[in-house]
């Protein structure tokens, strides 16, 4: 079955990049998201991209896709405190009937002032 | 655009009551799922709604849920004689094509 894995926690310092990293097993995917979550909120769209792009770039946010080795990373440039959130990397195959979407269980990231 | 609107946000109940969510997708949007998530999880599929028609369970869906769409527009997820494992979030998210689009979710407290 689909599996999304990622590292559990992250801490870096304000004004440094953060890299937030994800594998998958679905070679079939069609497209690849980051969703943000602040505590006792949904998740929050940040950024998708389609499985036949290596790049995405959207202010501060740069999306790398390995297709190869079947890896996503989410660049945040100039990390800031606001930042501070649980960040899950998805994956959706379409077209499928039924459920499409499969989520890691998310990278907390921790901002040091 | 509204966005995904889930109510309520909060519910406390006792263990065997029954409880009931609803959820108002954006209104363009012809899929509707629902997730549950627990402390430190990511979201775990529950159920999925094209239009009015339910076309996925999981089987994590116990016989004690169950969910509807009645006309393509909002859904209810029910939970019949609810346990202390039934706590968690539910969250409720909509898409047109891709991708989805979450509301802020219901934090049911089974005590």
């Known amino acids: 079955g689909e599996d999304v894995e990622q590292s559990l926690f992250l801490s870096v310092r304000e004004g440094d990049s953060s890299v937030i990293n994800c594998t998958y097993t679905d070679s079939s995917s069609t497209y690849l998201y980051w969703y943000k979550q602040e505590p006792g909120a949904g998740l929050q769209l940040l950024t998708y991209i389609f499985s036949n792009m290596d790049m995405k770039q959207d202010q501060r946010l740069t999306v790398l896709l390995n297709k190869k080795d079947k890896h996503l990373s989410l660049r945040i440039a100039d990390t800031q405190t606001g930042d501070s959130a649980i960040y899950f990397c998805a994956e959706s195959i379409i077209p499928r009937t039924g459920n499409q979407f499969y989520f890691g269980t998310g990278t907390s990231l921790t901002v040091i002032p | 655009d509204t966005g995904v609107s889930q109510d309520p946000r909060h519910k406390i109940t006792k263990r065997g009551q029954n409880v009931t969510f609803r959820c108002d997708p954006i209104?363009?949007?012809?899929?509707l799922y629902w997730y549950r998530q627990t402390l430190g999880q990511g979201p775990e599929f529950l159920t999925y709604f094209q239009n009015e028609a339910q076309l996925e369970k999981s089987r994590l869906l116990s016989d004690r849920f169950s969910a509807e769409r009645p006309k393509g527009s909002f859904s209810t997820l029910e939970i019949q004689r609810t346990e202390q494992g039934d706590s968690a979030m539910y969250l409720c998210?909509?898409?047109?094509?891709?991708?989805?689009?979450f509301g802020n979710g219901t934090r049911l407290t089974v005590t």
């Open positions: 209104s363009e949007h012809n899929r």
């Open positions: 998210a909509s898409s047109r094509d891709s991708p989805l689009h």
